[in-house]
């Protein structure tokens, strides 16, 4: 079966850092484009950051770029989420996906996206 478990959220206070992961199995990590989005109560799911499978090209959402990097692990079956210097808006629910089609380029839209993980809640406040 397919699943992707994120893990790495918590409580930070502002300006602090945290690195996501997300964990996949059931399905070759090398093959697909996987995202990283966020959900803050009472707010539509937006595109944090996206890494492709085709030649691992990144995007950034404007709100975080210079602060959040992504990366993958292949051989591990892990892609990362690294976020410095972060801001309390930064809280919400951190989900990882992967998009629907092999060997993709990174698209914005979550609709894209055939698998979810259960996400991650990260706060920042102090």
């Known amino acids: 079966q397919v699943q992707l478990v994120e893990s790495g959220g918590g409580l930070v206070q502002p300006g602090g850092s945290l690195r996501l992961s997300c964990a996949a199995s059931g399905f070759t990590l090398d093959y697909y484009a996987i995202g990283w989005f966020r959900q803050a109560p009472g707010k539509e799911r937006e595109g944090v950051s996206c890494i492709s499978s085709s030649d691992l090209s990144t995007v950034y959402a404007d709100s975080v770029k210079g602060r959040f990097t992504i990366s993958r692990d292949n051989a591990k079956n892990t892609v990362y989420l690294q976020m410095d210097s972060l801001k309390p808006e930064d809280t919400a629910v951190y989900y990882c996906?992967?998009?629907?089609?092999?060997?993709?380029?990174?698209?914005?839209?979550?609709?894209?996206?055939?698998?979810w993980g259960q996400g991650t809640q990260v706060t920042v406040s102090s």
């Open positions: 996906a992967r998009k629907s089609t092999v060997q993709g380029m990174c698209v914005t839209s979550a609709k894209r996206y055939d698998y």
